[in-house]
Each structure stands twice: as C-alpha cells, then as structure tokens.
C-alpha cells in the first residue's frame, strides 16, 4: 500500500515523509526517559511482567535491560526496530493517557532516539522472552536526580518505575520488577521466564542471552537460593530487595512501645534505599524493632557487586 508509510510485512511498516518527523528534538534528554518507552514497549506489547536490570559502572555508564513477557518482535524484525520509523503502530495508534502531550507516540521513533542517545543498544532476544539492553553514559545523557544532599547524582529510575507501574489513570499496567542483574536473574527463574540450569557457567550463558551479564560466581550463588529475587513494585512504592521484616516485639517494660506496620517499614525501606542508591549502595535485610522507649532499625549495607564486575 503507497502512503506515509512503507510495509515491511508481518504488521511493520517504515513511517516516510512528515510522518518521520526525525529532524525535530529528541524527547529522549534524560535515562529515565529512555526507561520509560522500554516500558511503553513492552506493556503495548501485552506484558504481564516486565523486569528491569539497572547497573551503574564506573559511576558513570548506566546499563538498563529491560524484559517482558509479551508477544515479542519476529525475528527478522528485531534488527530494524532501532531504525526511525519502524513500527508497529501506524494503523492503530496507541492512545497512551499517561503519555506527555506533544509526544510521539506510535512514530516508530523511540527506539531510534535511544540509540542515538545511548552508547550502544540492542535486541538480545525478539521473543519468550523480549529482551532489549542500553548502555547509557550519564554525562553525556543525565539522570533525574531526586532531592538529596549527598555528593553525586541520585538516580531517579526507580521513582519513573513506581510511576508507571501505578498510573492514576486506568488500565492496570503490568507488574514490574527492577533491581541489579542478580536479583533479577533470580525473578525471572522463579517465575519460570527463564529455565533453571544445572551448572552456574551455563545459568551465566542464559542470563547474558537475556542481556544480563553476571559472573560464574553470581550465577552459582543464584542457582543456590543465595539471592532474594527481586519483588514487584508495590503501590507504597517499597522496592524488592528489602528483606523480611522483624517488627514490634517488645523488650520489656519501662517506656513507651511503638508499634510499625508493614506499610511503614516498606516505607522506612524505600528511604533508606533511595539514600543508599545516592552513593551507590544498596541495603537489605531491614529489621524495625520495637522496644519499650525506643526504636532500632537495623539493615544491611553492600556495594552491589555488578558494578565492579
Ligand atoms: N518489548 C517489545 N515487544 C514487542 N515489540 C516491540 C517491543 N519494543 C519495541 N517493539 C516493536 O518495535 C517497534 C518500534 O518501537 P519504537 O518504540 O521505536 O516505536 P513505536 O512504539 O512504534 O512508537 P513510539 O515512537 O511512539 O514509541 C514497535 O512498534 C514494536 O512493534
Ligand atoms: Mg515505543
């Protein structure tokens, strides 16, 4: 069919002419940006679950990989989905009530500005599941940064995470998952998106296939439950990776006793992790006890060891 566009069969098509609109701006200015149309992708593509890797190495190259278990783009296709215009979308433009006015959705033109964007990007897998990695260098292209006053940049991809997993707007969008390759090679294993192998080298094959790239050691210590997946991000906006909670047990008497609920352990959780994030830590492993006339908090620190692999 002759028009704005070209069919590339199988339901693509290149957008041409005006339709292309690739010499304006790029929307694509910040990671989180970037983030957030992996994410469109792949609930447009009927996700259920989408999972995301984040590393920082070098304090300096972020790595997003993001994975879905949706419909998949067909082999051929997936070497052109990163060229302006390819897309899916031309005859059914996606209505996106979250999406920013003026932007363009179902130009076939996301994937392009990440690319350009990025230091590299790619399709790891098409389909079961969908797998698309970028490497981003943060002082070419920044992140967000939260309010903090600590010394370096405070990424904000977890708060664009929590904002799309839960829309103010209808419909429902998938469950989501994001933390350091480990913790989501360890998710997708117990939900079965991967299958579970015998030996660490070859778990470490799978997972890079996937574009989650993890030493024989981590791949060992996933293999033996050495590793809490990574939990679905919840509305109290608590990220998986905080471990389970000891809370309200009282050691006596001669004081007061404040009692914490689940609800705001997850959110004394989320706080420490953002503060964590802000140095490039982690923390895990938060305990809240209550005792009479006083509170302990106690949690686990670590450097995420994907960063220095
Ligand atoms: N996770 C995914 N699963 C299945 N198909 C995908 C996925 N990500 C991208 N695609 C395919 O790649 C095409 C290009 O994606 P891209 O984000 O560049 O453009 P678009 O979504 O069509 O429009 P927009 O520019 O508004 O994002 C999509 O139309 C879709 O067919
Ligand atoms: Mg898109």
Redesign the pocket.
């Known amino acids: 069919m002759e028009g704005p566009y070209r069919d590339l069969g199988s339901?693509?098509a290149r957008l041409t002419g005006p339709e292309g609109a690739r010499r304006g701006p790029s929307p694509i200015t910040h990671v989180e940006d970037a983030l957030l149309?992996?994410l469109?992708?792949?609930r447009?593509?009927g996700?259920v679950r989408i999972f995301v890797a984040s590393t920082l190495t070098a304090r300096r190259f972020r790595t997003l990989t993001?994975i879905?278990d949706?419909?998949?783009?067909p082999e051929p296709?997936a070497a052109l989905?990163?060229e302006p215009g390819?897309?899916?979308?031309h005859l059914v433009p996606?209505a996106d009530p979250t999406a920013p006015t003026g932007?363009?959705?179902?130009?076939?033109?996301?994937?392009?500005?990440?690319k350009q964007a990025a230091v590299s990007a790619e399709v790891l897998s098409p389909?079961a599941p969908?797998a698309?990695r970028a490497t981003f260098d943060t002082r070419t292209l920044p992140e967000r940064t939260l309010q903090s006053a600590s010394r370096h940049s405070n990424s904000n991809l977890l708060a664009t995470v929590q904002s799309f997993a839960h829309p103010r707007k209808q419909p429902p969008a998938p469950d989501i998952y994001y933390g350091p390759p480990a913790k989501i090679l360890a998710v997708l294993l117990k939900n079965h998106i991967i299958q579970t192998s015998e030996s660490g080298e070859e778990l470490q094959r799978v997972a890079l296939g996937v574009g989650l790239d993890l030493s024989v050691r981590t791949a060992q210590r996933v293999l033996g439950g050495g590793v809490t997946p990574a939990e679905a991000i919840t509305v109290g906006g608590a990220n998986g990776g905080i471990g389970a909670s000891r809370s309200g047990r009282s050691a006596g008497s001669g004081g007061a006793v404040l009692p914490v609920g689940e609800k705001e352990r997850a959110e004394i959780a989320a706080i420490l992790s953002r503060v964590a994030r802000a140095g490039y830590m982690e923390v895990d492993d938060l305990r809240v006890e209550s005792r009479p006339g006083e509170i302990l908090l106690r949690a686990r620190v670590y450097e995420p060891e994907e960063v220095y692999e």
């Open positions: 339901g693509f149309e992996f469109r992708n792949a447009d593509a996700a993001v879905d949706g419909q998949g783009i296709y989905v990163f390819v897309t899916t979308r996606i932007s363009h959705h179902g130009g076939g033109l996301a994937l392009y500005h990440i389909s969908t698309l």
